[in-house]
């Protein structure tokens, strides 16, 4: 084809070329030009007749080119195949153990499961095949990237499927029931368990859909997964707070746990609207903090975080998969420490339209349920500034004094004397604590000094009241103890005068 195609686009030189050849006979013979001339006439048509022939069998399919230029193209193709399905495995391939509990958790498992589904193992095998067929002799050139693919990765995985995998998905079946018997509040960890049991057993089958052992395994991980879910279902305290679980939802009147009105649900406010929310937790708050009593909610304005409180839940409401929250409250309504905190910052925003965002977390600041609303601050800003006042006055009216543990009107009298520098005055002690507490030495274990807790309410030089909580220290002298003295400050808060009864 190539030697038609160069004459075709070349016919001058023919000629030059017919001479050339037959130039050695020329100069051992006479010079004959009409001979000469003949004979190229003859190469020239020699070689004419050759392409033409050529183009005939191209035309009628009978040349053997096209299957030498598509062998080439198959050729390229295998190899690609084999090197793309040896990419495919490596993930799997280089998986060389698992430890034990690892695939109890889902976040592990998923992982384990979406490697399985991206090899597409028994597509890729088939590829492979297939592409081989077309071309034996790409098997010859990537023997070792086919045997690979072929026969390395399937007896590779069998054994990891045999040594670990398949006494994984065991495991967290049994953590799953294990989990169950522990109660309501382990009722999450159980489901995630017997989940991640059906995802490893689920992506084994997509690379070998054939392993019987794993279809049964699967068959129980899925009863488990079952059972799990029911039991986990039963914490919630509404069908409305399992569906909008890892969800804070909002509206202008307080929500209602197992009464929720769907309609009365709003994303959009403005600042002359009361705001409530309720946080609905995947599971109950002990389970989700894995233990804890403590949490965080904190507000974001247009992507920047503008307040915060911390927060502990114990006892019966740990057990809980809610949490009431109030944004901007009816002040006469207000139950919690966080809408004075909200309020103060909400009513510090610019007169303009915010996206808002509400978060709850856990110590290690992962989000244990969110939810976002529009608030248009173009008015009622004051008002939100009043609200945080009304919500001030009411906290503080609320602050009084600790019932006493001990009552010593001379002690008492002591420990006010002792704090004759503060630029406070000193108005009432209360002992907070039944007795004393004797510290050591060290070494020698002899007696040092004594300690002890109280609350003292003082007058502030502005008029106001406050009160710390300080604890008193008396020295040992051997036979008795010395005069009080202060030795360390604690929380305080400020009071209303009239509580310091």
């Known amino acids: 084809m190539r030697v038609a195609t160069f004459v075709r686009s070349h016919m001058p030189a023919v000629f030059f070329l017919a001479a050339f050849l037959l130039l050695p006979a020329v100069t051992s013979a006479q010079f004959d030009v009409g001979s000469l001339k003949k004979k190229a006439e003859k190469a020239a048509k020699s070689v004419s007749g050759d392409k033409e022939q050529k183009t005939e069998q191209e ?12 062998s080439d193209a198959v050729s390229g193709n295998a190899s ?62 990537d023997q070792y990237g086919y045997d690979e693919v072929m026969v390395t990765f399937p007896e590779h995985f069998a054994g990891l499927t045999k040594e670990y995998l398949i006494p994984e998905i065991n495991n967290a079946i049994e953590v799953a029931y294990a989990e169950k018997g522990k109660g309501a509040s382990h009722a999450g960890a159980a489901l995630e368990a017997a989940e991640s049991a059906v995802l490893v057993a689920d992506g084994i089958l997509l690379v070998t859909p054939n392993n019987t052992e794993v279809q049964t395994l699967r068959g129980d991980a899925q009863s488990a997964a079952a059972s799990m879910g029911a039991a986990h279902d039963a914490v919630y305290a509404s069908g409305f707070n399992k569906e909008h679980a890892g969800e804070i939802v909002f509206s202008s009147q307080p929500v209602v746990v197992g009464s929720e009105n769907a309609s009365a649900l709003k994303t959009t406010f403005t600042a002359n609207d009361d705001i409530y929310g309720m946080m609905y937790f995947k599971g109950t708050f002990k389970e989700i903090t894995g233990g804890s009593s403590y949490a965080w ?21 740990a057990e809980r ?28 925003l610019s007169p303009r339209r915010h996206t808002i965002r509400v978060q709850t977390l856990d110590n290690s600041m992962i989000v244990l349920a969110e939810g976002e609303f529009q608030l248009d601050c173009t008015g009622g800003l004051d008002r939100v500034a009043e609200v945080n006042k009304k919500l001030g006055d009411k906290k503080m009216a609320a602050v009084k004094l600790p019932q006493p543990a001990m009552r010593n009107a001379a002690l008492e009298k002591e420990f006010m004397a002792a704090l004759k520098e503060w ?8 002992i907070t604590e039944a007795d004393w507490t004797i510290q050591h030495h060290p070494v020698t274990g002899a007696i040092t000094s004594r300690t002890i807790n109280t609350t003292v309410a003082v007058k502030k030089p502005d008029g106001g009241c406050r009160m710390f909580e300080i604890s008193f220290r008396q020295q040992y002298q051997g036979k008795k103890y010395g005069k009080a003295e202060q030795y360390g400050v604690g929380d305080s808060a400020d009071m209303p005068c009239e509580n310091v009864k």
């Open 80 to 141: 690609d195949v084999i090197r793309d399905a040896r990419y495919a495995i490596e993930p799997l391939g280089s998986m060389r153990s698992v430890h034990q509990g690892m695939f109890s958790k889902k976040n592990e498992a998923q992982n384990f499961y979406d490697k399985c589904k991206k090899a597409d193992y028994e597509n890729l095998r088939a590829k492979v095949k297939a592409a081989v067929a077309a071309d034996p002799s790409a098997m010859e050139r």
């Open 297 to 317: 909610t904190k507000l974001f304005v247009d992507g920047n975080e503008k307040a915060s409180y911390d927060f502990k839940l114990d006892g019966d409401k």
């Open 59 to 70: 035309a009628d399919g009978d040349s053997d080119m096209p299957s030498a230029v598509s």
């Open 321 to 348: 998969t809610w949490l009431a929250s109030e944004i901007i409250p009816d002040p006469s309504l207000s139950q919690t420490r966080g809408a004075m905190i909200f309020t103060k910052a909400i009513s510090e």
């Open 423 to 430: 630029k406070e005055t000193p108005l009432k002690v209360v």
